[in-house]
């Protein structure tokens, strides 16, 4: 089977800083890949660098068999490629349903239809009463499922989660897991960024690890678990 | 096609209340020439349609997509100075000038965009003010076809006819009254529309969060150059509009910074990303500048028996109170901003809203 996303050689640098230095990675359909690392790893920044916020200084990245290196995010976003913020950004003051419109028109140019997509959506993240909420009033946990209904509208193939479960009770995050392994259900690609131990061996079918920009290891759950090297750099601190 | 049709969907749902007050208001305002035979009245109408005309283009770029250009001195100018070199100096009746204007100015537009589009917040209304002042220095020095710091002066403008039918021959205000009314009534449909379409969405999504416009697929590049352009379009046909009815034009007046910001407090006194917020501004505004201008204060102060006439505090009143009706206007004009966040329109929802709730 061959990758929905690939990563060859990719690194960005800030001035002296190599917040990512030569990853390389394929991701195959239909799974989920857990991101993780400590603070400052580089993850989000390889976000950015993979949805075209800033172009990677090296390495190049494909979508789908073709090269999307230095694509701009709002071609990377039609061509099926979709992110949400871990700092979320919702359109304070639009609506919530106007919100997710704005995803839903990358499809269609009609607000009709866009209705109708983003309905669909608000009812597969449990909003369909919150429609005519203004967002910058939600609170955190709805922020936050606002920004999974508005990228699940741009009708993705593949899914970039920036730590959608950070910030949230333990309710709330059990409810995120619930909707991404529904979204894995309905065969979208996804990687996901999540600082919660237990949440990410659960979901993901890989995992990569980053530390200092570089990647540590790539495996199962239990193959990370059991790495020693991700241990020391990473899991153990958690455990201490 | 398909966004054609959605419109016209779009139309047929509006609800009859609005619709019918809309059509009433308009009527009135048809009528208002025949019945109110008063030039003054009618001065002040064409101001305040002009205004409308000036605020709402300004809204499309600063109100919905939020880019607050404090240039569009630069596309007001563009339209003032094609069609009046056009009608002056080359005998092109103002219609066509008007057009023209229209083209440069949205070239113009594009050529400031792809410059100034690449900053934002404060930088981008920095480059928008300094772009503006190049063209009014341009305009100053380029003597041959400008005329410079002496301006243009309207001499005659040609007749309105279609064959040998004389439509208008503009020797009274009632022509200006009509065409300012039908062109502030076509920039509010158009800011209708575009509210209610793709584009605006686009618009207002680049507005609250650029990057995560970007994200969602808007190119925010495109939006930004079209919402200006439409902006700019508007713009224009105020300043050909102004530049005919007023008769005359120079740098200091249509391409100043002086007319940006004029344009920018419309909005923002009436409420910006609104339909009818530049409306409510330019109800404000114009009045009240007409009103210091011809010094209402001390004529107000003198009636109500406060300040003798004779006394030498009215003379220094009457001396000095109609210089300073800048001074008071922007006074006016800071407080409002300070306590109506939301402009007059806003101001007025809230406390309609607030009794609405109260009662229930
Ligand atoms: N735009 C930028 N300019 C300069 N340095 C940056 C920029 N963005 C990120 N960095 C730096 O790059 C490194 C990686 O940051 P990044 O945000 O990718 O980490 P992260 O793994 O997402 O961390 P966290 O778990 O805290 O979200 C950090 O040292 C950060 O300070
Ligand atoms: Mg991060």
Known sequence: MSAILELKHVSKFFGGLAANSDISFAMEPGMIKGLIGPNGAGKTTLFNCITGYYPPSRGEIFFKGHPITGLQPDRVCRLGMARTWQKVRPLVKMTVLDNVMVGALCRTNSLAKARNIAMEQLSVVGMEQKTHFIAGGLPIGERKKLEMARVLATKPELLLLDEVMGGLNPAESEEIIRLILEIKARGITQMVIEHDMKAIMRISDRIVVLNSGEKLAEGTPAEIVANQEVVDAYLGESHA | ????????????????????????????????????????????????????????????????????????????????????????????????????????????????????????????????????????????????????????????????????????????????????????????????????????????????????????????????????????????????????????????????????????????????????????????????????????????????GLVNEDSPVGQFLKENLAHAHVLIYGILVVVVILFMPDGVLGFLRKILTGKRRKAA
């Open chain 2, 1 to 304: 096609m398909s966004i054609f049709g959605e419109i016209i969907g779009t139309i047929r749902r509006v609800s009859p209340l609005p619709l019918l007050t809309f059509l009433a208001v308009t009527g009135a305002l048809l009528l208002f020439p025949p019945l109110v035979d008063s030039p003054y009245a009618l001065h002040i109408m064409i101001l305040i349609f002009l205004s409308v005309i000036m605020g709402e283009s300004w809204n499309i770029l600063g109100g919905y997509t939020g880019q607050y250009s404090v240039g569009h001195a630069a596309y007001f100018g563009a339209g003032a100075y094609t069609t009046m070199i056009l009608m002056q100096f080359r005998e092109v009746p103002p219609w066509y000038g008007m057009l023209a204007g229209i083209a440069v100015s949205i070239l113009t537009a594009l050529i400031i965009g792809s410059i100034c589009f690449r900053l934002r917040g404060p930088y981008f209304v920095l480059a928008s003010i300094a772009a503006t002042e190049i063209l009014r220095l341009t305009a100053l020095n380029l003597k041959d076809f400008t005329n410079g710091a002496e301006g243009i002066l309207a001499t005659d403008i040609p007749p309105l006819q279609f064959g040998s039918f004389l439509v208008t021959d503009f020797t009274t205000k009632d022509p200006f009254y009509y065409i300012g009314l039908v062109f502030a009534l076509a920039v509010i449909a158009v800011t209708w529309i575009v509210q209610h379409s793709k584009i605006g969405y686009c618009f207002q999504a680049i507005r609250e969060d650029q990057d995560a416009a970007h994200s969602l697929g808007i190119n925010p590049s495109l939006y930004k150059n079209l919402s200006l352009a439409i902006s700019a379009a508007f713009t224009s046909l105020a300043g050909s509009f102004y530049a005919v009815y007023i008769g005359f034009i120079d740098p200091t007046t249509v391409l100043s910074l002086d007319m940006s910001v004029q344009i920018v407090l419309i909005c923002i006194i009436g409420g910006i990303g609104t339909i009818f917020g530049p409306v409510v501004g330019a109800l404000v505004l114009v009045p009240l500048s007409e009103a210091l201008r011809s010094n209402i204060i001390t004529q107000g102060l003198i009636t109500a």
